[in-house]
Each structure stands twice: as structure tokens, then as C-alpha cells.
């Protein structure tokens, strides 16, 4: 018997971590009372919600899953990890410069983006949200990170905790095994798994350190059913339009939407320019 709990440990372990982080904004709103965070600690992170929701309505994961549901996740993990509130919003918005649907279709970082999320959560939480964009998360900015940890300053060790919960959350539920390109991932975090375990562990979070080993070691050693597992060919997220929007009739009344503005505008332009003419 002891044999046979040893072998299921990871397994045993994956599935209790499933349990302990939340994945809809309704679990996560009672572990964060339950975690202490209080007024208007609550309010941020319940706006940085909100704005989620808003600029990843309609973001699909490559496995399938909702993206909402993980950067819940991400955000569920910090909190466990007693973060301060500003890193839990962050949490919640983590990607958006990178994935966010801000109506432009452009990738690019924009004031005029920074702004946006500045209004909502504050500055300390965008700029979180900033560096996480801008840091290289590829395999040579990832040994760069563990070698400078123990200078790095507070901002970015924090930034670093980020991406760890982001990576955590990543392997709840077995998530990476239900890509399509599963085989490539799991070769990836044999390589660098032991990295970021580490560099934890040197930021001093034991416990998270001890997670993302148990869970990778469940991802590493278990298999899902070819028949679950997503057919999506891309590396990344994508958007997945509602079928109301890809409509040939929607499209031109969308299309058409700038030329009523500038007719709107031109319209308004005649109105002032029209002054009564007084007779003498």
C-alpha cells in the first residue's frame, strides 16, 4: 500500500492543487476575503476583474480552456501567496498588453493602452503589468533572471513571483497535455522546470517552490486521451469571434461605422459654421 501512494504522489498532489486555487471570479472573490485582503484592496482587484473580463471576453487558450479561467488562476495563486493587492491585480491583467482586445487589433503597447489600465488599477499594478510585457520570458531571459535574482530589485523580484504563479497555474488540471503541441512543452519545462522551481525557492516562497515541482512532475508523468486533446495548430492564444460578428451582413455595418462618423462630423462642422445673417 505504501508503494502504491508513493508511485500516485505527484497525481495525489495535482489534484489537490486543483482544489486550492480558484478559476471563476466568484471563487477568487471569497478566497480573497478568506486571505485577509480588505475595502479597497478588494475594489482593485474586483476592478482589475472587471477590466479582464472586458479586454479577454473572447480569448481561447491553444488546450481550449478559457483564458479568464487563467489568469483567475494566476491571480488565485498570488493571493495564496499573500501578495500584495496590487500584485494580485496585476495578476488578473498580467498579458493584456500582449493578448488584451483593446479594439485596435495592434499588438503594440500604446500610452494610450498604459493609460487605460493606469485609470482602472492604479500605477503600481500597471507597471507590474509593463514589465511583465516587456521581459524576456525565452530560454536565455530566463537563465539571465536566475542568475541576477539576488540583485534584482524589489519591482522586478515581484514581476518574477508573477510569472512563476502564471506558470503554476499553467500546469493546473494538466492543462499543457491537452495542446496539440504537448510533446514540445513537456520537453521545455524538463529543461527549465528545475529552473523556476529554484528560483522559487530563492525568492523565499517554499511552498510555491514544492508546487511547481509536484506539478510538473504530475504533468511529465501523466498522459490524457488523444481524443480530448485540442487540434489548434498556434503557439499562443487566439481570439475566437462569435459567430455574430463574422456575419457578411455585420461586417460591412461595421466596416461603414467610421464613414457615419466623419458624415456626423462633417454635419456638425456645417451647423457651426452657419451664423444668421442680420439685415441692416
Known sequence: MVIVICYYRPFVFHCVLMS???????????QLQRD????AQLRLIADAYFLAARLFAARIEVSGKCFMAHVIGTASILSASAAPA????AGLVHNVYCNGDFGDYRKKITE??????????????????????T?????????????????????????VLLYLADQLEKH??????????YEQRCQYYREFGP??????????????????????????????????RSSCS??????CIPESCRSKRMIPALLAIPSRIRRMLRKKRHRQDVRPVLGG
Open 234 to 239: 498556434l503557439r499562443f492564444s487566439y481570439l
Open 112 to 133: 494610450a493602452k498604459r493609460r487605460r489600465i493606469r485609470n482602472t488599477i492604479g500605477e503600481k499594478a500597471e507597471q507590474y503589468a509593463y514589465r511583465f510585457a
Open 20 to 30: 486550492m486555487y480558484a478559476q471563476t471570479n466568484i471563487q477568487l472573490f471569497n
Open 86 to 89: 496590487e500584485l494580485v491585480a
Open 135 to 159: 521581459r524576456h520570458w525565452n530560454s536565455a531571459g530566463l537563465r539571465n533572471m536566475h542568475e541576477q535574482l539576488s540583485g534584482m530589485q524589489e519591482l522586478d523580484r515581484q514581476v
Open 36 to 39: 485577509g485582503y480588505r475595502d
Open 195 to 228: 529552473l523556476l522551481v529554484d528560483t522559487a525557492r530563492q525568492l523565499g516562497y517554499s511552498s510555491l517552490s514544492h508546487q511547481l515541482q509536484e506539478a510538473l512532475l504530475a504533468t511529465l508523468g501523466a498522459t490524457v486521451p488523444a481524443e480530448l
Open 172 to 181: 493546473l488540471g494538466l492543462e499543457i497535455l491537452f495542446r496539440k503541441d
